[in-house]
């Protein structure tokens, strides 16, 4: 089997990610570490009521008896490899992978800041950080810009100078200032996503109704209700692309639903189906085809270790899977990912191993690996 490539691993942003790199008027109220009642070092965020603790977003490989410990981890406590792009080298060569996609992990949190002109040159701050990371290591670390879609004009800004920079991608904002993405006004921003060849990527928790402060709060019932409901924000992305026409305008439009996992989405693709078919009222003017087809089409899925993805052809022969470590966070495979592998894909081919750990994330963002 080929060396993997996690299509799903983060960075910790550090002290200076922001401070440093945002535009002068902002620098004064640019997110930045300070100590919180309790000692701990904290991200704290103008406008936004409670600060970010750093431990758990580094608590990859912490033993879950311990992670009650980490909660009050401070900067200096957690794995450099967090920040540090050579580091992270020593960490890929353990876990037996070869290259990563790199998401925000502060920046998730941003996501749902309700000021869009202040999120705006956070995401500028933190991509001219995250240029300077991965360009350390540019064949093994492969950056994705974040967007704040402060308007579609802005947005086309920010996708050009992403391709600019080297980006190989959009980390998205689960929700835009203006409307949602399935309206018009968008289509100019689709097409400039396919003109410059950049997926376009929701990673869970960064949606209004579905963020980080709702990961462990569940509606009803046990936390580990909330823990379970955190894909329902990016299936709410699917539907919206689907049932809104959007792939039907722009069928060479490409989107990932990050950290969402997968087994659920053959049951998902046989529901819309149905819906479309017997309560899509209005959609024989919107979509060509039956919703499943899009979804198989235009979609890619990240997991790290749902085994019940594996359960269906319609998953695995479809090149739509993408294997992801999670590095460094709490939910990471790290250090185990060889064995989860071995465990969870001991019933596919050797090219359907290939495809799902290696091939199918070189093919969708162009990656410049063996």
Known sequence: MKLGISA???IVEPPQCYVDFIEPKYRDIAPRLEKNEQGID??????????LPLGLLAGAGIPPEQLRQQRLANFDDIA??????????????EDGICAEIIYASVGMVLCGHSNYDYKSACFGAYNRWLQGFCAAQPKRLFGLAQTAVASVDEAIEDFRKAKEMGMYGIMMAGNPQHEDY?????????????????????????????????????ERGHAANG?????????????????????????????????????????????ADHAAANMGTGL??????????YIRENIWFTFQDDE?????????DNNKLLWATDYPHTDSTYPHSQEIISGQMANLSEAQKDAVVHDNVKALFNLPVD
């Open 80 to 93: 450099t490899a967090s920040w540090d792009p050579t580091a992270r080298m020593a960490i890929q060569d």
């Open 227 to 271: 823990f379970i409901n955190m894909i329902r924000g990016v299936q709410n992305i699917v539907g919206l692309f689907v049932f809104g026409g959007v792939f039907e305008r722009f069928p060479q439009l490409k989107l990932v639903v990050a950290e969402g996992d997968a087994g659920w989405v053959p049951h998902y693709m046989y529901r």
């Open 182 to 218: 399935d309206h018009p006004d968008y289509d100019a921003l689709w097409q400039c996503a396919i003109d410059l060849d950049l997926p376009i990527c929701f990673h869970i928790l960064t949606m209004k109704d579905h963020d980080v402060s709702t990961a462990f709060k569940a």
């Open 284 to 293: 024989e003017n919107i979509l060509s085809r039956k919703p499943s087809d």
């Open 308 to 316: 019940t993805a594996f359960e269906s052809r319609k998953l695995t």
């Open 8 to 10: 799903d691993s983060h």
């Open 42 to 51: 904290t991200f704290k965020i103008h406008g936004m009521k409670h600060g």
